[in-house]
């Protein structure tokens, strides 16, 4: 990697090392400089600039991130891919259960190049659908394409990566209760099981109540339905020792008495025996709270078929501090994790009257034997977007028909008349709750594809400052489609008339990431007869040219 200053007319096409604010315009480090750019910082006075520029043994940091997190990922169908955007590419969960490491292959990769890097969740992490699991982050604008090629070999023919899934389809628990005890306190504690339990895909739990008596929970044990994969307990009392009630019960039931007590906090008094072939746990009175504790462990390891036994739960105790981890307070009942994969939601807006196009419709227009609009529809649905909509005008039959068969919902947009504002409000009123963001498509662009949103998508990163990110074709010139985080969907809901939401992005510029897409792709919109007759021959030329 060649990095440093260089004159302004050695600068186009070199990637900007370092973001500068002009008069003009505001542009930031690790774009690629064009002809206008370099105009722009001669404007402002400068007469060289910082830039980065790959020799050619090396390989752009998208593709290297790319690559190395598709090796990473090899073929597990419980892994999704991000698109790679500035040097990184993320790895998400489909499923849920427990990732597994083989940590020496990530010590290896990361130690082949400083340029290099791949980070993971620890090893035993419990993981839900759309958690990030890992990332590939390039830290120079470009990598050697040995290290690269190393990279890849390291990680070929093994599973760095595994997932041990929750099996458990059904629970027993028991319940015991001390004189006095007020039942409200077993409601609470049955409650607080049934939620841990629910976060580990488990709805079916059976219940017990029964006198905090050796004889009656061992009973309680041995009637406990034959579907159960576990059978748990929660005590009254606390266990204090072996010959208490809980371990007793568990022997006098016929089982045996595995461990008693682990090394974690909150969670020592757990116990865990066998019964018949299935495990019984001992919960600790902790386990009444949400908050993490050892049980959580225990639970979410047997319910993924991995071995828990004396061994183990001694090995526990590092990391087994739990009291100081502040930032798990209460997150065992299937809370959204904090680096998940956004809900994206794509509209594609087709409700526009084609009035320039004098009698015709464009969205009727075909290319490559199909109506545009389908295409359009078809390139959202191949997208990694999460849903697709479409917005059509009332009682628009001839567009729905275009659409016949595609797994696309339709919003109609019954004030499709004010302008392009309306459908916008039509689609975020359509738009599921849990959306994290949506893409903005426009029916009329012939070149706009799946790769297009993709780029979008990995680029959102509101914590990073990328809160809305627009394409721009590979020369620079701003486009669509536009992506919008969840916190704009309030003021675009306001917006009047037929500009869309060109002043939000002007009010909001230091939020907007210009996202390089494919081709012109993103510029090229047809709205006149004229407009699809040059666009027509321009094709045809270039695929005579291409032939």
């Known amino acids: 990697m060649k990095f440093g200053p260089v004159p302004l007319a050695q600068a186009q096409g070199a990637i900007l090392a370092h973001g500068l604010r002009l008069p003009s315009v505001a542009l930031k480090k690790g774009r690629r400089l064009t002809a206008q750019d370099v105009a722009a910082l001669d404007a402002a006075g400068l007469r060289e600039v910082v830039v980065a520029r790959a020799e050619p043994h090396e390989i752009g940091e998208d593709e290297a991130a790319a690559r190395i997190a598709a090796a990473l990922a090899g073929d597990a169908e419980w892994v999704e891919l991000s698109a790679p955007f500035t040097g990184r590419a993320n790895l998400f969960a489909s499923a849920a259960g427990l990732l597994r490491l083989d940590a020496g292959r990530i010590a290896a990769v990361n130690a082949l190049h400083e340029a290099v890097t791949l980070a993971t969740l620890p090893d035993l992490a419990r993981v839900a659908p759309r958690q990030m699991l890992a990332t590939v982050k390039i830290?120079?604008?470009?990598?050697?394409?040995?290290?690269?090629?190393?990279?890849?070999?390291?990680?070929?023919?093994?599973?760095?990566?595994?997932?041990?899934?929750?099996?458990?389809?059904?629970?027993?628990?028991?319940?015991?209760?001390?004189?006095?005890?007020?039942?409200?306190?077993?409601?609470?504690?049955?409650?607080?099981?049934?939620?841990?339990?629910?976060?580990?895909?488990?709805?079916?739990?059976?219940?017990?109540?029964?006198?905090?008596?050796?004889?009656?929970?061992?009973?309680?044990?041995?009637?406990?339905?034959?579907?159960?994969?576990?059978?748990?307990?929660?005590?009254?009392?606390?266990?204090?020792?072996?010959?208490d009630v809980g371990p007793a019960a568990v022997a006098a039931a016929g089982g045996r008495l595995i461990r008693f007590g682990m090394p974690v906090d909150p969670g020592n008094l757990l116990f865990l025996g066998e019964l018949g072939g299935r495990p019984v746990i001992g919960l600790p009175g902790c386990a009444?709270?949400?908050?993490?504790?050892?049980?959580?462990?225990?639970?979410?390891?047997?319910?993924?078929?991995?071995?828990?036994?004396?061994?183990?739960?001694?090995?526990?105790?590092?990391?087994?501090?739990?009291?100081?981890?502040?930032?798990?307070?209460?997150?065992?009942?299937?809370?959204?994790?904090?680096?998940?994969?956004?809900?994206?939601?794509?509209?594609?807006?087709?409700?526009?009257?084609?009035?320039?196009?004098?009698?015709?419709?464009?969205?009727?227009?075909?290319?490559?034997?199909?109506?545009?609009?389908?295409?359009?529809?078809?390139a959202l649905l191949e997208s990694r977007a999460d849903a697709t909509l479409v917005v059509l005008g009332p009682d628009d039959a001839a567009r729905r028909a275009a659409l016949a068969g595609l797994d696309v919902a339709i919003v109609e947009n019954?004030?499709?008349?004010?302008?392009?504002?309306?459908?916008?409000?039509?689609?975020?009123?359509?738009?599921?709750?849990?959306?994290?963001?949506?893409?903005?498509?426009?029916?009329?662009?012939?070149?706009?594809?799946?790769?297009?949103?993709d780029a979008l998508i990995a680029a959102f990163s509101p914590e990073d400052g990328r809160a809305i990110c627009r394409a721009i074709t590979e020369d620079g010139a701003p486009g669509h489609p536009v992506l919008f985080g969840r916190r704009f969907f309030e003021t675009l809901a306001r917006i009047d008339g037929d500009q869309g939401a060109r002043e939000l992005l002007r009010a909001h510029a230091d939020l907007v990431e210009n996202v390089p897409t494919p081709g012109r792709g993103a510029a090229v919109d047809l709205d006149t007869p004229e407009a699809w007759e040059a666009w027509r021959a321009a094709t045809r030329a270039l695929s005579s040219t291409a032939g």
């Not at 093994?158 to 039942?183: C, D, I, Y």
């Not at 004030?415 to 903005?440: K, N, T, Y």
């Open 139 to 243: 830290i120079p604008y470009a990598a050697p394409a040995e290290a690269v090629a190393q990279a890849e070999a390291a990680l070929a023919g093994v599973e760095a990566l595994r997932l041990a899934r929750f099996g458990w389809r059904a629970a027993h628990l028991t319940l015991t209760a001390t004189p006095g005890m007020k039942p409200a306190l077993l409601d609470k504690g049955a409650a607080a099981v049934r939620a841990r339990l629910g976060g580990l895909g488990l709805r079916d739990v059976a219940e017990a109540r029964v006198a905090h008596e050796t004889g009656a929970l061992a009973q309680a044990l041995r009637d406990a339905p034959a579907q159960a994969d576990a059978l748990l307990i929660l005590t009254g009392s606390a266990t204090s020792d072996r010959a």
């Open 288 to 378: 009444r709270s949400p908050a993490l504790n050892g049980a959580d462990w225990v639970l979410e390891r047997l319910a993924a078929g991995l071995t828990v036994g004396d061994a183990e739960i001694a090995a526990m105790g590092v990391g087994g501090l739990l009291k100081e981890i502040p930032s798990r307070p209460a997150p065992r009942a299937g809370e959204a994790p904090a680096s998940r994969k956004p809900f994206v939601v794509a509209a594609l807006l087709a409700a526009g009257a084609s009035r320039r196009m004098r009698g015709r419709d464009k969205l009727l227009e075909e290319v490559d034997g199909a109506p545009i609009l389908r295409r359009a529809a078809q």
């Open 414 to 453: 019954p004030q499709a008349a004010e302008g392009m504002a309306s459908s916008l409000r039509a689609a975020l009123a359509a738009a599921p709750a849990e959306a994290d963001a949506l893409v903005v498509a426009l029916g009329d662009m012939p070149e706009v594809g799946p790769a297009h949103v």
